[in-house]
């Protein structure tokens, strides 16, 4: 199993970034890809999950509104639309199943958004 996450970089406040994961080794459409953020001292934290048979949703209430989780089935990818980025965003994101599976975490790509 590999994921492999990309799209990150350093936008000002205010601004958008598409992140995209592609995973691989896994049989996805039984699954819920997710999207976590991890800031320095603390642990992962999920941001966003979708659910890949139905794409239902679901958003941490910080980032309700303005991010959006995606899928391309094909692909087997997921993506983060991020948009109206606030500081506080600030962040390695990571992509993994929901629940997340130790062995899966790749190594994240960093937003980091300045005011």
């Known amino acids: 199993v590999q994921m492999v996450e990309s799209g990150g970089g350093m936008v000002q406040a205010g601004g958008s970034l598409r992140l995209s994961c592609a995973a691989s080794?896994?049989?996805?459409?039984?699954?819920?890809m997710a999207w976590y953020r991890q800031t320095p001292g603390q642990g992962r934290t999920l941001v966003a999950r979708?659910?890949?048979?139905?794409?239902?949703?679901f958003y941490i209430d910080s980032v309700k509104g303005r991010f959006t989780i995606t899928k391309d089935n094909a692909r087997s990818t997921i993506y983060l639309q991020m948009t109206s980025l606030k500081p506080e965003d600030t962040a390695i994101y990571y992509c993994?199943?929901?629940?997340?599976?130790?062995?899966?975490w790749g190594r994240g790509t960093q937003v980091t958004v300045s005011s």
């Open positions: 993994n199943t929901d629940p997340a599976d130790a062995c899966y």
């Open positions: 080794g896994l049989t996805i459409w039984y699954l819920t």
């Open positions: 979708l659910r890949w048979m139905d794409n239902s949703t």
